[in-house]
Nanobody, 123 residues
C-alpha cells in the first residue's frame, strides 16, 4: 500500500519561501506520478506542480511558474515543492498526491493522497 506523508507547511510573510516535502513509501514500480495540489477556502482543488517519475516530465500551473519548483530525491523517494515569492493568494491546504502512470491535471485520477499541510501567507 502506497503512503504519502507531507511536511513543511507553516506561516510565512509575503515574499517568503517554504519547502514542502512528500515522502512516498510502498511503491513497487517507478511508473508513478506525483502532484502537489492546493485547495484554498471555498475553491476547488488545483494542481500546482507535478512530476512523472519515469520521464521526469514536469508541469506547473501558470500561477506558480517562476516561483515554485518541484524536485525529486530518488534515493529517498521524496518529492519536494520549493516555493519562493509567496503571496497571500497562495494560502491554501497543500496536498501531495500520487497515481500510477503519467501526471494528469485532475485530482479525481489520483489514487494516493497525503494528509495535507497548511500554508498561510500573511501580507
Amino acid at each position: 500500500q502506497v503512503q504519502l506523508v507531507e511536511s513543511g507547511g507553516g506561516l510565512v510573510q509575503a515574499g517568503g519561501s517554504l519547502r514542502l516535502s512528500c515522502a512516498v513509501s510502498g511503491l513497487t514500480s517507478s511508473n508513478y506520478a506525483t502532484g502537489w495540489f492546493r485547495q484554498a477556502r471555498g475553491k476547488e482543488r488545483e494542481l500546482v506542480a507535478g512530476l512523472t517519475w519515469s520521464t521526469d516530465a514536469i508541469h506547473y500551473a501558470d500561477s506558480v511558474k517562476g516561483r515554485f519548483t518541484i524536485t525529486r530525491d530518488n534515493a529517498k523517494n521524496t518529492v519536494h515543492l520549493h516555493m519562493n515569492g509567496l503571496a497571500p493568494e497562495d494560502t491554501a491546504a497543500f496536498y501531495c498526491a500520487g497515481r500510477a502512470g503519467a501526471l494528469v491535471l485532475f485530482p479525481r485520477f489520483y489514487e494516493d493522497w497525503g494528509q495535507g499541510t497548511q500554508v498561510t501567507v500573511s501580507s
